[in-house]
Each structure stands twice: as structure tokens, then as C-alpha cells.
T-cell receptor, first 111, second 114 residues
């Protein structure tokens, strides 16, 4: 079964607004990663946060990780129509195991 | 570098037909993966190969077989296609290590089984 669960399933905002997506997981992790998928395309890596990190920034992206609550959030600031996509969190456990992906959040940014 | 490539991009099969989906990566990654993506289900792992010469089942392996032909190539075979296997299939690779590496995805293969 999938480990990461994103919330909300779908999000619609106006251009310029901030978008926040959440991810919850169940077991201990080595790191947590966020990926983006444009319609009909493969997933593209956005950002990785290690289990000993609490916050990380990359351009307009801000990721937080709370290992005590087993949750992460992805914030996209000043959203653009081009940010319209599905966003997935993926958990990376210790050892030689595959990433486990959530079901994703569909973000629509309306111009 | 081409990254991860998949062939074919699109395929239509009749129930009971067989086919092989091809995947290749040119990043010298040790681990490769096959996922399927259905609407509302996210990505589900079918099979993976942690290193050349090894393969392991994922979450939904039934009806599929895989071959890690060499370090670059990892193929997925449907021996007798069923309508339930209609999906988009993604291959991915990464250099799995203690350094927390990220995963690279191919563009996907859209499969329709009639």
C-alpha cells in the first residue's frame, strides 16, 4: 500500500496566490521527496528533504518536514499558470528499498 | 544524455496478446523501476531491480514479468494482456545509495487492452 498520502486531492487557486499541499506518511523515513507531473508526462523531481532537516527552500518552493507528526508540506509561492500539474510526495526508507509515492494533489492555477 | 527512454509510446492490444515494454537509461544508475498509473490511484510499483542481476516484486506484480537485461535496460512483459492492464506505464531509475538520490522517470507508455 502507498505510504504517502497527499492532501488535498485537488486544489484550485488564482495566479499569484500561494498553494500548500500536505503529505502524511506512516513509517520512519530517510528522506522525503516531492515530484511534479505535467499532464501526460513522467514525474520530475522538485526537492528532497532529509529526515534531520525541518525546512528547505528552492526558488518559489518551500518544503517542511515534521518527523514527529510524520508529515510534510509543499508551499508554492506566487503561483503561475505554468505550475498547473499534479504533485506527489515520495518517501525513501532506510535500506535498499524503492521510493513509495502518494496519490498526488492536482493543482490548477487559473490565470 | 537522453535520460530514461521508453518504447513504445502508445500501444493497443487485444485481450490475450503479449507484448514487451522497453526501458533504457544512460545515467549508469544501479536501480530501475516499473510503475503503472491509473486515474486516482497514483503510482503503483510493479517490479524493480535494485541492481543488475536482481529483480523484486512491487505492489502489483501479478500478470507481469521483468528482465534486467544489463545495467542500462529493464523490460516489462505482459504475457497475456487483460483489460485491467490498461494503464500508463512509467519506467524510472536512480543511483540508490546512502546519499539520498532522486529518481528519474521516462515519458511513459500508454497501453490500451481491448
Amino acid at each position: 500500500s502507498q505510504q504517502g498520502e497527499e492532501d488535498p486531492q485537488a486544489l484550485s487557486i488564482q495566479e499569484g496566490e500561494n498553494a500548500t499541499m500536505n503529505c502524511s506518511y506512516k513509517t520512519s523515513i530517510n528522506n522525503l521527496q516531492w515530484y511534479r507531473q505535467n499532464s501526460g508526462r513522467g514525474l520530475v523531481h522538485l526537492i528532497l528533504i532529509r529526515s534531520n532537516e525541518r525546512e528547505k527552500h528552492s526558488g518559489r518552493l518551500r518544503v517542511t518536514l515534521d518527523t514527529s507528526k510524520k508529515s510534510s508540506s509543499l508551499l508554492i509561492t506566487a503561483s503561475r499558470a505554468a505550475d498547473t500539474a499534479s504533485y506527489f510526495c515520495a518517501t525513501d526508507a532506510f535500506g535498499n528499498t524503492p521510493l513509495v509515492f502518494g496519490k498526488g494533489t492536482r493543482l490548477s492555477v487559473i490565470a | 544524455n537522453a535520460g530514461v527512454t521508453q518504447t513504445p509510446k502508445f500501444q493497443v492490444l487485444k485481450t490475450g496478446q503479449s507484448m514487451t515494454l522497453q526501458c533504457a537509461q544512460d545515467m549508469n544508475h544501479n536501480s530501475m523501476y516499473w510503475y503503472r498509473q491509473d486515474p486516482g490511484m497514483g503510482l503503483r510499483l510493479i517490479y524493480y531491480s535494485a541492481s543488475e542481476g536482481t529483480t523484486d516484486k512491487g505492489e502489483v506484480p501479478n500478470g507481469y514479468n521483468v528482465s534486467r537485461l544489463n545495467k542500462r535496460e529493464f523490460s516489462l512483459r505482459l504475457e497475456s494482456a487483460a483489460p485491467s492492464q490498461t494503464s500508463v506505464y512509467f519506467c524510472a531509475s536512480r543511483q540508490q545509495s546512502w546519499r539520498n538520490t532522486t529518481q528519474y522517470f521516462g515519458p511513459g507508455t500508454r497501453l490500451l487492452v481491448l
